[in-house]
């Protein structure tokens, strides 16, 4: 089993910044790519952005310029930095992990959910 737990999310105003945090936690032996990903009201779900073990990243293009991921691979930690947030940011983001557990199983993990309003 494998957990994460999402953090930083909130009320902002637009152009303001927010940092997300997502740490994954369990019997986890690698992990081969994490991510964030959001759904608006009425829409579906959308990568927003992700990044490999080694540090690759795919934004969407409506991120592009504006958010940022990173990773702390020893912590098992992504972070997504959001600046000139936008009303349209609005979402509720989730993170996700997928790697190997230690009994050598494939795992695919979202975690609970995090709001971020973007509004004045």
């Known amino acids: 089993q494998v957990q994460l737990v999402e953090s930083g999310g909130g009320l902002v105003q637009p152009g303001g910044s927010l940092r997300l945090s997502c740490a994954a936690s369990g019997s986890i032996f690698s992990i081969n790519a994490m991510g964030w990903y959001r759904q608006a009201p009425g829409k579906q779900r959308e990568l927003v952005a992700a990044?490999?073990?080694?540090?690759?990243?795919n934004y969407a293009e409506s991120v592009k310029g504006r958010f940022t991921i990173s990773r702390n691979n020893a912590k098992n930690t992504v972070y997504l930095q959001m600046n000139s947030l936008k009303p349209e940011d609005t979402a509720v983001y989730y993170c996700?992990?997928?790697?190997?557990?230690?009994?050598?199983?494939?795992?695919?993990?979202w975690g609970q959910g995090t709001q971020v309003t973007v509004s004045s």
């Open positions: 996700n992990a997928y790697g190997s557990s230690w009994s050598l199983q494939d795992f695919d993990s």
């Open positions: 990044i490999s073990s080694g540090g690759s990243t």
